[in-house]
């Protein structure tokens, strides 16, 4: 009987540190729907990495499952998809006490 060999997704590789120090600041609320979910938040690239986004804290925020799956569904630079951000983007704000770090994320 022969093992299959699981595929990595090239997007799977996330800087954990980074996830931490994000909870550290913000907690376990959802930066969309405001929802503590605990440990089952989930990380979520502002800018995918498909579209050249990296694991920075500038790039980073943290959804419920609902939310990182209603983003989703969407492609980056769509109408709905950069409302999304938009969004998120104000809340993580709120939830950072307004660090000046998370002020330097681009949509370019």
Known sequence: MSKKKKKKSQF???DKTVK???ISLAGTRCMCCG???GSEITWHHLKP???GGQDTLANA???CSNCHTHIHKYQWGTEEYMRLTKMILEKR????GYLAVFN???FD
């Open 12 to 14: 799977q590789h996330r």
């Open 20 to 22: 931490q120090y994000l």
């Open 35 to 37: 929802r503590d979910v």
């Open 49 to 51: 990495r498909y579209a």
């Open 61 to 63: 925020s943290l959804l």
């Open 93 to 96: 704000l709120e939830y950072t």
């Open 104 to 106: 330097s994320f681009s």
